[in-house]
């Protein structure tokens, strides 16, 4: 039996998917079964894929009609043969030392179910920015993991197989949030770790940002009522905490669409919910980019953040631009 089963849900993927899977070829780490879920591609996917196979027989490809990602997840956990888990989506892809640093750590950490790792930004191109992305979801974090997703990527954790067996699968109803559903669940029954160095690269592009920004608002409300059914009453005040980040985060979906009403008030919802979010950098960040769209305009915005940003990096070292 592989020791790592690797999971790729893939749906018309074609434009980034061979580099996420010559990353998991590429690990240094070999002892693994590489499981695609094509969730009804119309892509040339199922060709692609034989030509692999005709040499590389860890990696097989499930068809499947077109569910969704979560759906996608619990065909390939229940596929999965292995002690470990990892995800990784088609648009990501991963460093070479990714599964040996993460199994090694396991291997030796019986106490722990699920361990993240950071993360690198890159462009469409899969170019990094430089710009690493951390996390701090060590030990019991379920108190921290309920107000918003502590993991800041689906391709970054290495999951034990019991962890599945006792939390459950992913949530098939959900939209948005199913991995940080997933997550909450885990970490109500096991602790958590963190190897702190990048070893997943994120792309980022226009798919991967929600134009739908007023939907993700049901599906993860949905996420929290689900997950404060059953939590100890002296937890309760986690809940309003919880939907304050939820409403900060959708402010700043809105502004990604350049809806600057919209984020103002999804910002204001936040602070109804949660008054101390105004203080946080992520507030003030976001107020005084809707300031700064709303007098300038988005082009005359986006030039002065460009201009910011060619200053030497020691004249904006302290300094954070969205």
């Not at 689900?226 to 937890?235: I, L, R, V, Y």
Request: aromatic residues 12%; positive net charge; charged residues 25%.
């Amino acid at each position: 039996m592989p020791k790592v089963s690797i999971v790729i849900p893939a749906y018309n993927a074609m434009d980034y998917l061979p580099q996420a899977v010559e990353s998991v070829l590429q690990q240094t780490f070999s002892d693994f079964e590489l499981l695609i879920i094509d969730d009804g591609s119309l892509d040339e996917i199922r060709q692609w894929a034989a030509q692999i196979q005709t040499t590389e027989p860890r990696l097989q490809l499930i068809s499947q009609t077109n569910q969704g990602v979560a759906a996608a997840r619990n065909t390939g956990i229940f596929l999965a043969k292995g002690e470990y888990i990892a995800f990784l989506d088609a648009d990501d892809f991963w460093e070479h030392t990714k599964l040996e640093k993460q199994v090694a750590y396991l291997e030796n950490n019986a106490s722990v179910g699920l361990l993240d790792t950071w993360l690198t930004l890159t462009d469409e191109q899969g170019r990094p920015s430089g710009k690493v992305t951390t996390s701090e979801a060590e030990g019991n974090v379920w108190r921290q993991i309920i107000q918003s997703n502590l993991l800041n990527c689906g391709s970054t954790p290495l999951v034990r197989r019991c962890c599945f067996d006792t939390a459950g699968k992913f949530d098939r109803s959900l939209r948005f949030g199913e991995d940080w559903d997933m997550w909450v669940r885990i970490a109500a029954r096991y602790s958590f770790a963190v190897l702190k160095e990048p070893l997943v690269f994120y792309r980022q592009h226009s798919k991967n940002t929600s134009k739908k920004f007023y939907e993700i608002l049901p599906d993860l409300s949905k996420v929290v009522e689900k997950n404060f059914k059953d939590a100890s009453p002296t937890d309760l005040y986690l809940k309003r905490r919880a939907y304050g980040r939820i409403n900060l985060y959708i402010a700043w979906k809105a502004l990604e669409s350049k809806d600057t009403q919209a984020a103002t008030y999804f910002a204001k919802q936040a602070l109804f919910y949660y008054p101390q979010l105004g203080v946080s950098e992520s507030y003030i960040r976001l107020i005084l980019v809707v300031l700064g769209k709303r007098l300038l305009g988005e082009k005359g915005y986006g030039k002065l953040r460009k201009l910011a940003w060619d200053f030497p990096k020691k004249a904006i070292q302290s300094s954070s631009f969205k």
